[in-house]
Structures are given as structure tokens and as C-alpha cells.
T-cell receptor, first 115, second 115 residues
Framework: DVKVTQSSRYLVKRTGEKVFLECVQD?????MFWYRQDPGLGLRLIYF???????EKGDIPEGYSVSREKKERFSLILESASTNQTSMYLC??????????????FGPGTRLLVL | AQTVTQSQPEMSVQEAETVTLSCTYD???????LFWYKQPPSRQMILVIR??????QNATENRFSVNFQKAAKSFSLKISDSQLGDAAMYFC????????????FGTGTKLQVIP
């Protein structure tokens, strides 16, 4: 079974704090993704990475950065947390190649509250 | 830019009945993939079903099937013999063919199953 784990299920931070969200996958997937999920807005892509040290902006990268130093680990960084970054954050991973095996595997999510 | 629209924020179905969730998308591409993902309450998101645009045959997975209308850019999900465990948020998603492509998600449909 593919496992995608996220470092925290719930997190409470103060405005202005630097926040790290960690994601680890154990399937040697090339692709990794960070989404935020908000009611009525669905999943919106923040950043994705298709290789170590590679990153691509998604649809809403402002206020976020990412780091991928190892293939299995993809970190999302909020440089200075703001209240509008209160959300559910989902990490996902997938193989780079297309085909019947193609699917995104999701982590359990981190619910972040910024006060 | 590709967009995915789910016009039904919430739906309900009686146990053992059939329900259809709607999804439309907008793209100028001819080769792409479509997905339905399921997110049960407080549980991880999982892939339900996948369709390649070049295949005319509709995908099926046990009680789940799709009605893929390429010309109309429509991709609905039919759940037969609904079970209590089908209660979840369902997300329609689109991915363009080719490497390094992101997935675009709809806003989701919350399905309630009534015993």
C-alpha cells in the first residue's frame, strides 16, 4: 500500500509565524503536490514537484514556498502565516509516467488554523 | 486554462438506489484524462475511477461507472446500489496528457446516503 504521511493532523499558529508542513511518501513517486482545500472552492494547487530540487508553481503560490531535498519528502513553507492561510492542506504524490497506474495518492491532510 | 465545474454542491440518495453526479470541463486539448476522487469524512482522498479521453468506452469499476461525452465535455459519475460507505465528498478532476502536468479539481459534491 502506498503511504503518504503528513507531519501533523492539526496545527495552530500565530500570525507572522513561519510554518513548515512536511509530507513523506514511500512509493518512490517522482511527482509530489501541495493543495489547499476550502469549502466551496475544492482543491487548489499551490506547488508541485516532479523531481528532487525541482518545483513548479501551481494556481495559488503566493505566500508559500516549497522544498524538495529528497525524493520522498516535500515540504510546504508559509514564510509569514496570515489568517487567510487557515485551511486544510493536502499533500499528494504520483508516478511521472502515464498509464493505468496513474493516480494521485493523498495524505490525511493538515488542518491549519492561523490566529 | 482548464476548468472543471461541479454544479451540484450537495446530493442525497436512498440506500440501494442509483445516483449520478455531474461534471463538466473546459479544454482545448484532445488528449487528456478525467478522474473521480472520493473523500470520506475525516479520511484520505482516494481514486474512484479514471477515463482516458481517447477511449470511447466508458470506464466502470464495480458499482461505479461514468458517462463520458467528449463533444459535450461532460463526465458524470453513476453510483449504483448506493451504500452507506459511499457517503463522501466527490471531486471530478482533469489532467492534460503529457509529462509534468498538473491536475485540476472541481469544487466537489457532497453525497449523503440515507438509510
Amino acid at each position: 500500500d502506498v503511504k503518504v504521511t503528513q507531519s501533523s493532523r492539526y496545527l495552530v499558529k500565530r500570525t507572522g509565524e513561519k510554518v513548515f508542513l512536511e509530507c513523506v511518501q514511500d512509493m518512490d513517486h517522482e511527482n509530489m503536490f501541495w493543495y489547499r482545500q476550502d469549502p466551496g472552492l475544492g482543491l487548489r494547487l499551490i506547488y508541485f514537484s516532479y523531481d528532487v530540487k525541482m518545483k513548479e508553481k501551481g494556481d495559488i503560490p503566493e505566500g508559500y514556498s516549497v522544498s524538495r531535498e529528497k525524493k520522498e519528502r516535500f515540504s510546504l513553507i508559509l514564510e509569514s502565516a496570515s489568517t487567510n492561510q487557515t485551511s486544510m492542506y493536502l499533500c499528494a504524490s504520483s508516478y511521472l509516467r502515464e498509464g493505468p497506474e496513474e493516480t494521485q495518492y493523498f495524505g490525511p491532510g493538515t488542518r491549519l488554523l492561523v490566529l | 486554462a482548464q476548468t472543471v465545474t461541479q454544479s451540484q454542491p450537495e446530493m442525497s440518495v436512498q440506500e440501494a438506489e442509483t445516483v449520478t453526479l455531474s461534471c463538466t470541463y473546459d479544454t482545448s486539448e484532445s488528449d487528456y484524462y478525467l478522474f473521480w476522487y472520493k473523500q470520506p469524512p475525516s479520511r484520505q482522498m482516494i481514486l474512484v475511477i479514471r477515463q482516458e479521453a481517447y477511449k470511447q468506452q466508458n470506464a466502470t469499476e464495480n458499482r461505479f461507472s461514468v458517462n463520458f461525452q467528449k463533444a459535450a465535455k461532460s463526465f458524470s459519475l453513476k453510483i449504483s446500489d448506493s451504500q452507506l460507505g459511499d457517503a463522501a465528498m466527490y471531486f471530478c478532476a482533469y489532467r492534460r496528457s503529457g509529462g509534468y502536468q498538473k491536475v485540476t479539481f472541481g469544487t466537489g459534491t457532497k453525497l449523503q446516503v440515507i438509510p
